[in-house]
C-alpha cells in the first residue's frame, strides 16, 4: 500500500475514490462512451508497456526508500504502465499499473477488458498465447528466435514468421503513439506523487485526459456520434 500522507499534493477529484472505483469511472466514463458511439470498434486490441520514472530515488537500505513501491527494472527507478489500446482508434481501454521489476507479461491478463477477439503485442509476451486462446482470444504476438540447443546455434526465423512480425508490426506501432503522446505532449517521463496507490491514480487520469484529447482529434477527422469513420 503506498503513503498517502498530506505532505502530497492532490490529484483531483478522481484521487479521492477508492482504487476499484477510479478504475470503474475510467471504464465506464470513457470506454463505454466510446463503445455507445462506435468509436471502439473491437476489430482488435494492442498491449504493451511503459517505463516511468519514480518521484524520487532509490536508496541502498529500504527503510531509507521515500517510495517504497517504487521498485528497479531494467530500465530505471520506477513504475511500469500496461495500456490496452483498441487498434483502430487508439483509444485507451484499461491501465495497470505495476512496480517497474513486474515483467510487462505479467499484466497481459489484468489489464484485458474482457471483450477482445484478439490482442497483438510485442516478443515480451511471448508464452502467454495459450492463456489468451483460454479465454478465446486470438493472439497477435511477435515471434522470436529460440534459443538451440547447448553448443547449437540459434536457428532463425523462418521466411512466414518474418513475414508475419513485419505485417504485425506496422498495427503495433500504434500502441507505441500513445506513449509518444503521454511523454511529448503531456510531458510525462516521473510521476509527481509517491506510492502505487496515488501513482496509479496519477497514470489513469493522464490515460484519462489523452482519450479526451484523442477524441477531439477523431471528431475533427470526421467521427461523429453516428459512428461514421474515415480518414485516419
Not at 476499484?20 to 466514463?29: D, G, N, Q, S, Y
Request: proline fraction near 3%.
Amino acid at each position: 500500500m503506498g503513503r498517502t500522507d498530506a505532505t502530497h499534493r492532490p490529484l483531483g477529484l478522481i484521487n479521492h475514490a477508492p482504487t476499484k472505483t477510479r478504475h470503474l469511472i475510467f471504464e465506464l466514463v470513457l470506454d463505454t462512451f466510446f463503445q455507445e458511439n462506435n468509436l471502439i470498434l473491437k476489430e482488435g486490441n494492442l498491449v504493451d508497456a511503459t517505463f516511468i520514472k519514480a518521484n524520487s530515488k532509490q536508496r541502498k537500505k529500504p527503510e531509507d526508500q521515500s517510495d517504497p513501491d517504487a521498485t528497479y527494472g531494467y530500465k530505471g527507478f520506477g513504475y511500469s504502465a500496461t495500456v490496452n489500446v483498441d487498434a483502430k482508434s487508439k483509444l485507451i481501454r484499461k491501465v495497470v499499473v505495476t512496480g517497474a521489476n513486474v515483467h510487462d507479461s505479467q499484466s497481459l491478463l489484468p489489464v484485458l477488458v474482457g471483450d477482445e477477439q484478439t490482442v497483438g503485442a510485442d516478443s515480451g509476451y511471448v508464452g502467454k498465447e495459450k492463456d489468451l486462446k483460454a479465454l478465446g482470444i486470438q493472439p497477435r504476438i511477435i515471434k522470436r528466435r529460440v534459443r538451440g540447443k547447448q553448443h547449437e546455434p540459434t536457428p532463425e526465423l523462418t521466411a512466414s514468421q518474418k513475414r508475419f512480425n513485419g505485417l504485425l508490426s506496422k498495427v503495433r506501432a500504434r500502441v507505441e503513439h500513445v506513449f509518444a503522446g503521454w511523454k511529448t505532449v503531456f510531458k510525462k517521463v516521473r510521476v509527481s506523487c509517491r506510492g502505487l496507490v496515488r501513482v496509479s491514480a496519477e497514470i489513469l487520469g493522464l490515460a484519462f485526459g489523452y482519450n479526451c484529447r484523442r477524441y477531439g482529434f477523431l471528431v475533427r477527422r470526421g467521427v461523429g456520434f453516428s459512428g461514421f469513420l474515415y480518414g485516419f
